[in-house]
Structure formats: structure tokens, C-alpha cells
């Protein structure tokens, strides 16, 4: 099992900056892409960012070019700079982690997904 525990929310105004942590435990062995997706109220959970071990970045196009993904392979954390945010950008932002199993040294993903409880982020314009 993994635990992954996000931080860093809260409520900014519109052009502001905050950072996003989620940091993984457990058997960590077992995940090999990480990411973050958001929820507004009556919407969709939607993919923010996601990022591989070997920090290989996927961004959704809303977010090219404001939000930047990284991350610390040895604290086992991976991390989301938002800038310049804006009131669309308001959602519970959600880490998820991709278990793999290991075949002669690849990684196979099991198509089992790893969530975090979410931290709330609003801006206001």
C-alpha cells in the first residue's frame, strides 16, 4: 500500500503563486508515474500534471506555461508550482501515484491508481 498526503493549499488572489507537496510512503517501490488532478464543485476530476520517475512532464493544456511539476525521487515527494493562477484554477487538487509491477527490470502499470484526500485550492479574482 501507499499513503500519499498533500499540502500547501489555500486561498490566493488571481496572478498569485502557491506550491503544492504531496509526499509518498509505504511501498513506494510499487509507483512509478506521479501527478496531480483537480475537482471543481459540479465538475469532472480532471488531469493537472503528471510526471514519470525519470521526470518525463505531462500538462494539460490549461496549465502549460503557469504550472510547473517536479520532483524529489529521494524524499519520495512530488511537487506542483502554480503561478499565475486564476479563478478557473479553483478545485480540490488531488495526488495520485500509478502502482507498477516489475518484469525483468520494466515497469507494468496495473491500472491501479493511488489518491491522496485532496487539499483545497481558491483564488479569487
Known amino acids: 500500500q501507499v499513503q500519499l498526503v498533500e499540502s500547501g493549499g489555500g486561498l490566493v488572489q488571481a496572478g498569485k503563486s502557491l506550491r503544492l507537496s504531496c509526499a509518498a510512503s509505504?511501498?513506494?517501490?510499487?509507483?512509478?508515474?506521479m501527478g496531480w488532478y483537480r475537482q471543481a464543485p459540479g465538475k469532472q476530476r480532471e488531469l493537472v500534471a503528471t510526471?514519470?520517475?525519470?521526470?518525463?512532464?505531462n500538462y494539460a493544456d490549461s496549465v502549460k506555461g503557469r504550472f510547473t511539476i517536479s520532483r524529489d525521487n529521494a524524499k519520495n515527494t512530488v511537487y506542483l508550482q502554480m503561478n499565475s493562477l486564476k479563478p478557473e484554477d479553483t478545485a480540490v487538487y488531488y495526488c495520485?501515484?500509478?502502482?507498477?509491477?516489475?518484469?525483468?527490470?520494466?515497469?507494468?502499470?496495473?491500472?491501479?491508481?493511488?489518491w491522496g484526500q485532496g487539499t483545497q485550492v481558491s483564488v479569487s479574482s
Open positions: 495520485n501515484a500509478e502502482e507498477v509491477i516489475y518484469k525483468s527490470g520494466l515497469a507494468y502499470y496495473t491500472g491501479y491508481d493511488y
Open positions: 509505504g511501498s513506494i517501490f510499487s509507483i512509478n508515474a
Open positions: 510526471i514519470t520517475s525519470g521526470g518525463s512532464a
